[in-house]
């Protein structure tokens, strides 16, 4: 059984650091791109950053240079490392996997980042 679990969120002041970690299991996650998404009050849930099986990480432009992705196989983990946080950043984030055809999510873990 796939089963995607995100912790780490909390509240920050701007400029301030998170980080978030998501395990993963009932897959072959070495495998697999992981990615994370967030949703805004209000907003469409957006795609945040990737990292694929062979650590590509791929970002969205609002966050490029401020955020990190990686994971540890061994692990059976991705984390999203956010620095330089703003209240732009304020929002539900998700842990996203695809295994065989099927999207699994995280359940969610808030961030809260005040100015």
């Known amino acids: 059984q796939v089963q995607v679990v995100d912790s780490g969120g909390g509240q920050v002041q701007a400029g301030g650091s998170l980080s978030l970690s998501c395990a993963a299991f009932?897959?072959?996650?070495?495998?697999?791109?992981m990615s994370w998404y967030r949703q805004a009050p209000g907003k469409q849930r957006e795609w945040v950053a990737s990292i694929s099986s062979g650590g590509t990480a791929n970002y969205v432009d609002s966050v490029k240079g401020r955020f990190t992705i990686s994971r540890d196989n061994d692990k059976r983990t991705v984390n999203l490392q956010m620095n330089s946080l703003n209240a732009e950043d304020t929002a539900v984030y998700y842990c996203?996997?695809?295994?065989?055809?099927?999207?699994?999510w995280g359940q969610g873990t808030q961030v809260t980042v005040s100015s």
């Open positions: 996203n996997t695809v295994v065989f055809g099927y999207t699994y």
């Open positions: 009932g897959f072959p996650f070495n495998l697999n791109t």
